[in-house]
């Protein structure tokens, strides 16, 4: 049966108890998640990745595929003072949630823009962190993808690529479309970065770290 409000297969929630995996995998499918989305934030604390990458006042950061914000907005805030943001996703709804949100908070330093990764670019050598949030896998054409981040690089800058690990598990999206650790350090290498570091990032994902 048709679950109406998740459009998943499946028996109906209120037939059987669902676990934490299960709330996690039935959000995946859409892949829009709010600023400040409480069911993910049990399994990925945005705050708490952003100081784990070093992000911090005067930085400017950009959030390729950033959806509603789930990284931006948090982003945004944290370099209110003296700082900038720049954020990009291809569903123009997603973006316009954004823009809103920034809106009622007042941040004036998040600059969004509608559009496809492979050819937007905000600035050539302007930024200090450009951030994947758990996207990198779902992009039509990843070199491309990689190639245009590298141009927004600062010659000091990192690209940060946080993303499921290529395990069996329920949540996240299938197995055979996640990159492995292998597969995205060979890809950010191809372009000409270099990985500096890989780290575990939870349960869930991993999180590499590269630069010039």
């Not at 823009?113 to 492979?118: K, L, P, Y």
């Not at 329920?170 to 650790?181: H, Q, T, V, W, Y």
């Amino acid at each position: 049966m048709l679950n109406a409000e998740t459009g998943v297969e499946g028996t109906h929630p209120s037939a059987t108890r669902l676990t934490a995996g299960d709330k996690v995998r039935r959000t995946m499918p859409h892949r829009r998640f709010t600023a400040d989305d409480l069911e993910r934030k049990r399994w990925q604390d945005p705050e708490q990745v952003l100081s784990s990458i070093g992000l911090r006042d005067g930085m400017a950061f950009v959030d390729i595929g950033c959806g509603e914000g789930y990284f931006a907005i948090p982003a945004a805030r944290r370099l209110k003072n003296y700082g900038k943001v720049y954020a990009v996703d291809i569903n123009a709804e997603s973006v316009e949630r954004l823009r809103a949100q920034a809106d009622t908070e007042g941040l004036k330093n998040l600059t969004s823009r509608v559009g496809d990764a492979e050819t937007t670019r905000f600035c050539e050598g302007c930024a200090d962190i450009v951030f994947f949030g758990i996207d990198l896998h779902d992009f039509r054409d990843p070199v491309a993808v990689l190639q245009n981040a590298k141009l927004m690089l600062g010659p000091q800058g990192r690209l940060v690529d946080l993303d499921w690990k290529d395990e069996p598990m329920e949540p996240g999206p299938p197995l055979g479309k996640r990159f492995s650790i292998g597969r995205a350090r060979h890809l950010i290498e191809s372009v000409g970065l270099r990985v500096r570091d890989v780290q575990d990032a939870g349960p869930y994902h991993y999180l590499i770290i590269a630069g010039r």
